[in-house]
T-cell receptor, first 112, second 112 residues
Framework: DGGITQSPKYLFRKEGQNVTLSCEQNLNHDAMYWYRQDPGQGLRLIYYSQIVNDFQKGDIAEGYSVSREKKESFPLTVTSAQKNPTAFYLC???????????FGPGTRLLVL | GQQLNQSPQSMFIQEGEDVSMNCTSSSIFNTWLWYKQDPGEGPVLLIALYKAGELTSNGRLTAQFGITRKDSFLNISASIPSDVGIYFCAGQPFPRTEKLVFGKGTKLTVNP
């Protein structure tokens, strides 16, 4: 089945620790996105990538980093510099030139 | 930046009732998208609208792209308990950017 997978479903972070969230898609989409969702808020864009080996900061990139070494994969690292990381993280993808984005199932990050 | 005003914030209805929600903006949009999100899951695309005035249905769901290009509405007819969830609108602003703008969601509760 074609789609977007995110892992893990739940992730726990200790103080000062970096953690990496996985996002994989087999839709052959060029563009991939990372969003953060907090209760009662709209989705906020962290990073996006339109093509392999290139990515752009979104509205709330501080404390996060990404890589795009393969078309199918767009991992997000939440660094220790992100002081309020507890949130639901969503990955999405789309065909370049098409605005319609498709979302993965999400990863909930909790701080111990 | 551009914002989408989505209303109502929440709705409590009886099973079988029709539902209407909308998104408005002070800016023109090229594309309107409607998503549904269940608790702890990623948003699922319901309807995509690409032309002003376009009216599109998906089962009991109907959405329209406003003639002014500054609004869109989503109707759900004959609601059932599984319609419960949060409904988000999203838009691609004009002139075109790589980013979508999201509404904050309408939380729908259906009483059996």
């Amino acid at each position: 089945d074609g789609g977007i997978t995110q892992s893990p479903k739940y992730l726990f972070r200790k103080e000062g620790q970096n953690v990496t969230l996985s996002c994989e898609q087999n839709l052959n989409h060029d563009a991939m996105y990372w969003y953060r969702q907090d209760p009662g808020q709209g989705l906020r864009l962290i990073y996006y990538s339109q093509i392999v080996n290139d990515f752009q900061k979104g509205d709330i990139a501080e404390g996060y980093s990404v890589s795009r070494e393969k078309k199918e994969s767009f991992p997000l690292t939440v660094t220790s510099a992100q002081k309020n990381p507890t949130a639901f993280y969503l990955c999405a993808s789309s065909t370049t030139g098409q605005e319609t984005q498709y979302f993965g199932p999400g990863t909930r990050l909790l701080v111990l | 930046g551009q914002q989408l005003n989505q209303s109502p914030q929440s709705m409590f209805i009886q099973e079988g009732e029709d539902v209407s929600m909308n998104c408005t903006s002070s800016s023109i949009f090229n594309t309107w998208l409607w998503y549904k999100q269940d608790p702890g899951e990623g948003p699922v695309l319901l309807i995509a609208l690409y032309k002003a005035g376009e009216l599109t249905s998906n089962g009991r769901l109907t959405a329209q792209f406003g003639i002014t290009r500054k609004d869109s509405f989503l109707n759900i007819s004959a609601s059932i308990p599984s319609d419960v969830g949060i409904y988000f609108c999203a838009g691609q602003p004009f002139p075109r950017t790589e980013k979508l703008v999201f509404g904050k969601g309408t939380k729908l509760t259906v009483n059996p």
